[in-house]
């Protein structure tokens, strides 16, 4: 059966993404930087008994995370899944970060989408079909967190043109935005949250959702 990558597979959504998608017996692979988030992860992931590979790699490394996808693929073949949840969260008001700041957070929050979009959805759109989600947020933009504000709209508009262009050839690209801090317990938790990642992979065209949000423990609005 084809797998699910999760990109920024640490606590959180998208460790919760990657046990949901595992529950359906999918095979895993796990991107992130840090070894124990992949650790911590994989740990989380067994109990379904599903193989499972990891790779770290900074999403704003473009060598590094095409090497990674390519690692997840020679072990479990190419994924039908690609979810990237990667992304600097932070406050920040007008003139509090240097360009440099910027540049950074705009590099994970929208760059690294990017590059694993180029990476997977052109393959995808050859084989006839796969999914690329992206974790959104922000559905309204924030003075206090511009530079959030300013990645959130930079991925909303790439889902766009992913979708424009590779939609038509099978390739369902979707994000998920979130609308509220995640934390287990509450109307953000992250398995509730994981429920829409598989409800967008399972959608059939034409009814393909292109953006859910999350408002809350109701679900989609």
């Known amino acids: 059966m084809p797998g699910a990558v999760v990109i920024g597979a640490g606590p959180g959504i998208g460790r919760a993404v990657a046990r949901r998608f595992a529950r359906e017996g999918l095979p895993i692979g796990l991107?992130?930087?840090s070894d124990r988030s992949l650790r911590l992860t994989a740990e989380a992931v067994a109990p379904s008994g599903v193989?499972?590979?990891?790779?770290?790699?900074d999403s704003t490394d473009?060598?590094?995370?095409?090497?990674?996808?390519?690692?997840?693929?020679?072990?479990?073949?190419?994924?039908d899944v690609v979810v990237y949840n990667a992304a600097v969260i932070r406050a920040d008001a007008l003139g509090e970060l240097p360009a440099r700041g910027h540049l950074d957070a705009w590099a994970v929050n929208?760059?690294?989408?990017l590059t694993a979009a180029a990476h997977v959805v052109p393959g995808m759109?050859?084989?006839?079909?796969?999914?690329f989600l992206v974790t959104g947020g922000m559905p309204e933009p924030k003075p206090?967190?511009?530079s959030l504000s300013l990645g959130k709209a930079g991925v909303r508009t790439l889902v766009a043109l992913l979708d424009a262009e590779y939609g038509p050839s099978g390739?369902?690209?979707?994000?998920?935005?979130?609308?509220?801090?995640?934390?287990?317990?509450?109307?953000?938790?992250?398995?509730?949250?994981?429920?829409?990642?598989w409800r967008l992979h399972t959608q059939q065209r034409p009814g393909w959702e292109r953006e859910v949000l999350h408002a809350g423990a109701a679900g989609a609005a």
Do not use: M
Not at 110 to 113: D, N
Not at 174 to 197: K, L, Q, R
């Open 144 to 146: 206090g967190y511009l």
């Open 171 to 197: 390739v369902h690209v979707a994000s998920v935005t979130v609308a509220g801090p995640v934390a287990p317990g509450t109307d953000f938790d992250p398995d509730d949250i994981a429920e829409h990642y």
């Open 62 to 79: 473009e060598e590094a995370l095409r090497g990674a996808l390519d690692t997840v693929a020679r072990r479990l073949g190419e994924p």
């Open 31 to 33: 991107i992130a930087r």
């Open 51 to 57: 193989p499972v590979v990891t790779a770290p790699a």
């Open 125 to 131: 759109a050859a084989r006839g079909g796969g999914t």
């Open 110 to 113: 929208v760059v690294g989408a």
